[in-house]
C-alpha cells in the first residue's frame, strides 16, 4: 500500500499475514500468534484457534466500530479545547475545613476562588457535589463519581487543579468524606456562595443537580469559565452527559450483561465481597 493509503484499504488489502511461530519454554510445540495480525480480513485480537467464522466477523465490526468512537472523542476533545474565551467571572468564596480530612472539622476557613489554582497555566475542574439544601442525602451517583476521582486524584493533580463543591456546610460535607474514604478530595462548601446557582447546580428553590465545569486563570489574573456539563444534555437524554467521568459504567459496558438500568446505591458502602 503506498504512504497515502487509507486505513480500508489496508483492511481490503491485508487479507491475510503468515502467522509468526514461536516455542514454549521446554515444549517443542509451534504456537501459533495471531494477536496484531490480520486473518482472513480480521484483526485478532487474541491468539485462540477456536473462534467461529461468526464471531470474528461480528467482532471485526466492533472493532471498527470501537476505532470509529476513538476518534470521535478526539474530534470532540479538540472542539473543546478550541472553544473561544469564557466569561470572566468573580472571585467566588469558599468555606474549607483542614486539609487533612481525619483532623476534625475546625478551623473552618474561608477561601477564595482565585486560591484554587495552585500553578500558573492549570485549568481548574470542579465537581458539584449533589448535597446539601433540598438535597438533604448525598447522591449516590456523585458519590460514585467522586469515589473514582478520590482514586486517580495523585494522577489529575500532575496536570490540574481539582476541587469537590456542594451545597451542605462544611462538617456534614466532611463526614460523608470520611464515610467513602476520600482523603485525596479538596472539599469545599459554597452553602453561603451563589456559585452553584451560577453554574446550573443548584435552582432558587435550593434542589440540587450534578455538574463538572472547569476554569481558567489568564497571565492577568483574570479568572474565566471555560466549560460546563450536566447529566442532561437534551430533553430526551437526560442522565448520560458526564458519564465519561466514571470508568463504572464503561466496564459493565465490556460485559454480555451491560449496563441494565443500574444505579449507585450508599447501602453496598465501600466493601468488596471477597471470591
Same mark, same amino acid.
Request: with cysteine.
Given at each position: 500500500?503506498?504512504?497515502?493509503?487509507?486505513?480500508?484499504?489496508?483492511?481490503? +488489502?491485508?487479507?491475510?499475514?503468515? @502467522?509468526?511461530?514461536?516455542?514454549?519454554?521446554?515444549?517443542?510445540?509451534?504456537?501459533?500468534?495471531?494477536? @496484531?495480525?490480520?486473518?482472513?480480513?480480521?484483526?485478532?485480537?487474541?491468539?485462540?484457534?477456536?473462534?467461529?467464522?461468526?464471531?470474528?466477523?461480528?467482532? =471485526?465490526?466492533?472493532?471498527?466500530?470501537?476505532?470509529?468512537?476513538?476518534?470521535?472523542?478526539?474530534?470532540?476533545?479538540?472542539?473543546?479545547?478550541?472553544?473561544?474565551? *469564557?466569561?470572566?467571572?468573580?472571585?467566588?468564596?469558599?468555606?474549607?475545613?483542614?486539609?487533612?480530612? $481525619? /483532623? %476534625?472539622?475546625?478551623?473552618?476557613?474561608?477561601?477564595?476562588? &482565585?486560591?484554587?489554582? +495552585?500553578?500558573?497555566?492549570? &485549568?481548574?475542574?470542579?465537581?458539584?457535589?449533589?448535597?446539601?439544601?433540598?438535597?438533604?442525602?448525598?447522591?449516590?451517583?456523585?458519590?460514585? #463519581?467522586?469515589?473514582?476521582? $478520590?482514586?486517580?486524584? @495523585?494522577?489529575?493533580?500532575? $496536570?490540574?487543579?481539582?476541587?469537590?463543591? /456542594?451545597?451542605?456546610?462544611?462538617?456534614?460535607?466532611?463526614?460523608?468524606?470520611?464515610?467513602?474514604? #476520600?482523603?485525596?478530595?479538596?472539599?469545599?462548601?459554597?452553602?453561603?456562595?451563589?456559585?452553584?446557582?451560577?453554574?446550573?447546580?443548584?435552582?432558587? =428553590? *435550593?434542589?440540587?443537580?450534578?455538574?463538572?465545569?472547569?476554569?481558567?486563570?489568564?497571565?492577568?489574573?483574570?479568572?474565566?469559565?471555560?466549560?460546563?456539563?450536566?447529566?442532561?444534555? &437534551?430533553?430526551?437524554?437526560?442522565?448520560?452527559?458526564?458519564?465519561?467521568?466514571?470508568?463504572? #459504567?464503561?466496564?459493565?459496558?465490556?460485559?454480555?450483561? *451491560?449496563?441494565? $438500568? #443500574?444505579? /449507585? &446505591?450508599?447501602?453496598? %458502602?465501600?466493601?468488596?465481597?471477597?471470591?
Amino acid at each position: 500500500m503506498s504512504a497515502g493509503g487509507t486505513a480500508s484499504e489496508a483492511l481490503g +488489502t491485508a487479507v491475510r499475514i503468515a @502467522h509468526r511461530y514461536c516455542r514454549r519454554e521446554n515444549d517443542n510445540a509451534e504456537v501459533t500468534i495471531m494477536v @496484531h495480525t490480520f486473518v482472513d480480513g480480521t484483526y485478532r485480537l487474541t491468539n485462540l484457534t477456536t473462534e467461529s467464522p461468526g464471531y470474528l466477523a461480528k467482532r =471485526e465490526e466492533l472493532r471498527l466500530g470501537e476505532v470509529e468512537l476513538m476518534r470521535q472523542r478526539e474530534r470532540i476533545a479538540e472542539l473543546r479545547r478550541n472553544l473561544p474565551e *469564557g466569561a470572566a467571572i468573580e472571585d467566588y468564596q469558599f468555606e474549607e475545613g483542614p486539609r487533612d480530612l $481525619n /483532623a %476534625g472539622d475546625a478551623p473552618v476557613r474561608n477561601v477564595s476562588f &482565585s486560591k484554587l489554582f +495552585t500553578k500558573p497555566d492549570r &485549568s481548574l475542574v470542579i465537581y458539584h457535589l449533589m448535597f446539601g439544601k433540598k438535597q438533604t442525602k448525598p447522591c449516590p451517583m456523585c458519590t460514585a #463519581w467522586l469515589d473514582g476521582a $478520590n482514586g486517580i486524584a @495523585h494522577h489529575l493533580a500532575q $496536570n490540574l487543579d481539582f476541587a469537590v463543591v /456542594a451545597a451542605a456546610d462544611v462538617p456534614t460535607l466532611r463526614a460523608h468524606a470520611r464515610a467513602r474514604g #476520600w482523603d485525596k478530595l479538596r472539599l469545599l462548601s459554597a452553602a453561603n456562595s451563589s456559585f452553584k446557582y451560577d453554574f446550573g447546580s443548584e435552582d432558587r =428553590e *435550593g434542589a440540587q443537580d450534578s455538574t463538572v465545569s472547569v476554569f481558567t486563570r489568564d497571565a492577568r489574573g483574570v479568572l474565566r469559565h471555560f466549560y460546563t456539563a450536566h447529566p442532561r444534555m &437534551s430533553p430526551d437524554i437526560q442522565q448520560r452527559g458526564i458519564d465519561l467521568l466514571a470508568p463504572i #459504567w464503561h466496564f459493565m459496558d465490556l460485559t454480555p450483561q *451491560g449496563r441494565g $438500568n #443500574w444505579y /449507585a &446505591s450508599l447501602s453496598y %458502602g465501600t466493601k468488596v465481597p471477597t471470591a
